[in-house]
C-alpha cells in the first residue's frame, strides 16, 4: 500500500515563495512521475506539475515560470517551490503518484492535501 | 489545453438512486479519461480508468462509459457512503486537465 505523506510551510504573503514536501511510504519510487495538484476553494482541480526518479520533470504552462520541482530518491521524496504567490494561489495542494505508460496516467494515490494560504 | 465540461455541478439524490454525471472533452481524447470521489478533507480517490475499467476495491455499483467525447459515471443504486464530489480528468495529453466536480448530497 502506497502512502503519501505531505508537508509544508504557511500561512504565507504575498511574493513569498511556497515550499511543499511530499514522502512516498510503500512501494518503489521508481517508475512513476510524481505529481503536484492544487484546488483553489469553490474551484476545480489545477495539475501544476511533475518529476520522476530521474529528475525529469513537466509542468503546466500556465505556471511554469513560477515552478520548481526536486526529487532526493534516497529518501524517497519531492518536493515543489512556487515563487512569487498571490492569493490566487491559495488552494489545497495535493500531491500524487501518476503512471508512466498511457495506459496508467492516471492519478492513483494522493497525499491529504494542507490548505496553503496566501494573505497580507 | 484540453477542456474538461462536467455536468451537473451538484444534485441532490436519495439512498437508492441511480446517479449519472457527465463529462465532455473539447477534444478527442480517446478512452484517455478517468473519475474520481473526493470527500472533504481527504485525498481523492480513484474510481475508474481508461473511461470504464474499475480501480482495484471500487464497488461495482460504480460504471463509466463514453460516447465520443462524452463520457459518463454511473452510480447505479446510490448508497450513504456515496455523498461526495466526483470529478474527471483527461489523460491525452498534458497539461492534465479537470472537470469542474459534481457535489452528490443528500435529497
Known amino acids: 500500500q502506497v502512502q503519501l505523506q505531505q508537508w509544508g510551510a504557511g500561512p504565507l504573503k504575498p511574493s513569498e515563495t511556497l515550499s511543499l514536501t511530499c514522502a512516498v511510504n510503500?512501494?518503489?519510487?521508481?517508475?512513476?512521475?510524481w505529481s503536484w495538484l492544487r484546488q483553489p476553494p469553490g474551484k476545480g482541480m489545477e495539475w501544476i506539475g511533475e518529476i520522476n526518479h530521474d529528475g525529469i520533470t513537466n509542468y503546466n504552462p500556465s505556471l511554469k515560470s513560477r515552478v520548481t520541482t526536486s526529487v532526493d530518491t534516497t529518501r524517497k521524496r519531492f518536493s515543489l517551490r512556487l515563487s512569487d504567490v498571490t492569493a490566487a494561489d491559495t488552494a489545497v495542494y495535493y500531491c500524487?503518484?501518476?503512471?508512466?505508460?498511457?495506459?496508467?496516467?492516471?492519478?492513483?494515490?494522493w497525499g491529504q492535501g494542507p490548505l496553503v494560504t496566501v494573505s497580507s | 489545453d484540453i477542456q474538461m465540461t462536467q455536468s451537473p455541478s451538484s444534485l441532490s439524490a436519495s439512498v437508492g438512486d441511480r446517479v449519472t454525471i457527465t463529462c465532455r472533452a473539447s477534444q478527442s481524447i480517446s478512452h484517455y479519461l478517468n473519475w474520481y470521489q473526493h470527500k472533504p478533507g481527504k485525498a481523492p480517490n480513484l474510481l475508474i480508468f481508461?473511461?470504464?475499467t474499475l480501480q482495484r476495491g471500487v464497488p461495482s455499483r460504480f460504471s463509466g462509459s463514453r460516447s465520443g467525447t462524452d463520457f459518463t459515471l454511473t452510480i447505479s443504486s446510490l448508497q450513504p457512503e456515496d455523498f461526495a464530489t466526483y470529478f474527471c480528468q483527461q489523460n491525452y495529453n498534458s497539461p492534465w486537465t479537470f472537470g469542474q466536480g459534481t457535489n452528490v448530497e443528500i435529497k
Open positions: 481508461a473511461a470504464s
Open positions: 500524487a503518484r501518476r503512471g508512466i505508460v498511457p495506459a496508467n496516467y492516471f492519478f492513483d494515490y
Open positions: 510503500g512501494e518503489s519510487f521508481s517508475g512513476y512521475f
